[in-house]
């Protein structure tokens, strides 16, 4: 059933893609996708089972075995990326709208990520051609080189938030160095990852390939994870699956690659220019609705500067605009799925407890229905605060005072989780000194979130298991050989 938000030509139903064919579930099974402003169900999608996971495995181990796509050159495979990336930025419009539909994301910002997607694989197209490998000389005794070879079948799971981007994110550097794939997207939106196929056929990428199949993580991804023909997991997701997968995987001892989940602090000293910092710390997390992994969901500010910084932030919070998706001026749309709105309304409830509310607190005026949060700020929020210390992947953050820079980071580190750190100060030394000291995986000092594909990503503690990005994604997916030979 579609709705009055619904774009233009709906697929009408949502279906694996194996072998270069769309296909049902073998058992015919389905499950329901919602739109985050009706949740109504506008479309069904084909729930993956093991069995429809061993089709997709075999066809992509066939096409890397059999195949020409392991055994092109890099400049071969390079074209059929930027043929790639040229259709995707051609549909930017129409994979925001979709994009946006299926996950409540504003659409200014599912365009953002839809352009994003396109960089990723013009990035890892260039790369893999420009890649060089290591050759070493002992004068007179012994030459060394690396051969560098596609490792097989590449298992990639991935999340609900940003989906398209985030599967290119995969998907670039999978294809790029060779491998053949088997994509399993979030069940809450399935709907972008089902444009791939079309897209991939049109670039000519082999038949093969690429696998998609949708299901549940407990079925599809589970049964993913433990075939045997799958010697490589790359995911992203919640830190407990992760725990999950990787005890799932360790049977089969193989490569894994873990971008987990964040409460990542934004640490705002009293000589910063609060101007600029209150307005990165307002879009560090509320963008993307709060849904990012490196959401700076913990502002920690400096008792000289603390009672102007809230009093700012909570004013500009409440000026965020909250609207339906597809409208152009939102910044805030609805949240994925009903049972995320239930989790970081409870955390809301549990923020009410611990913390000062200075803004939001509930539902936004005009959205009764839909999974609509006002942006929320809790101040005064202690470090052993469940608000301080969980996760919530919405529109809600905590805001603590510091005195020194010894409590500062001493805060900063006080979680499970290290993805990301802001900072903000003018003090050069202090920078570079608590940059290094930070446990983060990613740091941005005076800076919003942006980030060049070359740099490492990738957190520490149980925000993550090894970094992608640049040569890592080329590592991850690669086996480097050595060869030794005595002259
Ligand atoms: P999730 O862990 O619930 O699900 C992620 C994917 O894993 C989905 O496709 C799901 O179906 C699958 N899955 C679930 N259980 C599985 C199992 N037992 N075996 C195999 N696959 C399984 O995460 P989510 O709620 O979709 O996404 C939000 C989380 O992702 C947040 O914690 C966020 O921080 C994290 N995230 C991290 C990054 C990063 O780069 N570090 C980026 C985006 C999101």
Redesign the pocket.
Known sequence: MTDAYAPADLPEKIQHYIDGEFVDSLDGDTFEVLNPVTNETYVLAAAGKKADIERAVAAAKRAFDEGPWPRMVPRERSRVLHRIADIVESRDARLAELESYDSGLPITQALGQARRAAENFRFFADLIVAQADDAFKVPGKQMNYVNRKPIGVAGL??????PFM?ES?KLGPALATGNTVVL?????TPLSASLWAGIFEEAGLPKGVFNLVN????D??????KHPDVPL?S????????Q??FG?AAPFLKGLS?????KSPAVVFADADLDTAIDACIFGVFSLNG?????GSRILVQREVYDEFVERYAAQAKRVKVGLPHDPTTEVGALVHPE?YDKVMSYVEIGKGEGRLVAGGGRPEGFPTGNYVAPTVFADVAPDARIFQE?I?GPVVAITPFDTDEEALALANNTRYG?AAYIWTNDLKRAHNFAGAVEAGMVWLNSNNVRDLRTP???VKA??LGHEGGYRSIDFYTDQQSVHITL
């Open positions: 799971i991935t999340p609900w938030n940003t985030l994110w399993k997207p979030a069940e809450f299901g549940l993580g407990e599809a991804g589970d049964a993913l994870v997991i995911f992203t997701g919640e830190s407990r699956t992760g999950i997968i799932n873990m971008e987990l989940g964040g849904e990012r992994c490196t959401a995320h996760e992947f993805l990503f990738g957190g925000s993550g």
